[in-house]
């Protein structure tokens, strides 16, 4: 079964702070992931999109990493802001059948203290 | 470039009342585009794909003729709500994809999302 899970669930940190969030998945066959920002009662915005053969992808003050073998991926926010509180969300891409599916992780809520 | 606007952003209705959520494409002709619902504190649920010009392909568990779509042009796919009910209420957001040479990623650009209370 194909799945995406994220750790933690949630999370608090004071500004300035870096952090580290998980991303678990079995999904076959593999097309690319994704990283989003979801600020609340907003649509999610892309942060990153790497392909099985890119371990690394920064913008800005977030990078993400990919393991293609172990199947993990990780979003690293460095020196955190008050704006960086939001869901972030873990999404792997499909191809089969002829078209491309999404699937989700639950997401983990960072929130960014003063 | 790649913006995606919904319409209305929140919207309340009494129950068994229908309501229509727009998706457009601001800067680029989305071939495809799809409809999501998000309840609190879950993960984005896909419930339909809608490719332009033909019937929309639902997720198991969707009712068509409840979640009725229509994607009638490369910039605008409209998502009614028939007869809602309380618990019909949710965020709905759209997503549209266009199949480019700049999209190699085949990436999907998200709406902001809409808000529906049915009361």
């Known amino acids: 079964k194909n799945q995406v ?110 | 470039g790649a913006v995606v606007s919904q319409h209305p952003s929140r919207v309340i209705c009494k129950s068994g009342t229908s309501v229509k959520i727009e998706c457009r494409s601001l800067d680029f002709q989305a071939t495809t585009m799809f409809w999501y619902r998000q309840f609190p504190k879950q993960s984005l649920m896909l419930m339909a794909t809608s490719n332009e010009g033909s019937k929309a392909t639902y997720e198991q568990g969707v009712e068509k003729d409840k979640f009725l779509i229509n994607h009638a042009s490369l910039t605008l796919s409209t998502l009614t709500v028939t007869s809602a009910h309380p618990e019909d209420s949710s965020f709905y957001i759209c997503s549209a994809r266009s199949y480019s040479s700049g999209n190699s990623y085949n990436e999907q650009f998200f709406g902001p999302g809409t808000r529906l209370t049915v009361l």
């Open chain 1, 5 to 114: 899970e994220q750790s933690p669930q949630s999370l608090i940190i004071l500004e300035g702070k870096n952090c580290t969030l998980q991303c678990n998945y079995t999904v076959s066959p593999f097309s690319n992931l994704r990283w989003y920002k979801q600020d609340t009662g907003r649509g999610p915005v892309s942060l990153t999109i790497m392909t099985f053969s890119e371990n690394t992808k920064s913008n800005g003050r977030y990078t993400a990493t990919l393991d293609a073998d172990t199947k993990q991926s990780s979003l690293h926010i460095t020196a955190s802001q008050l704006s960086d509180s939001a869901s972030y969300i873990c999404v792997v891409s499909s191809f089969s059948g002829g078209y491309n599916k999404l699937i989700f992780g639950a997401g983990t809520r960072l929130a960014v203290h003063p």
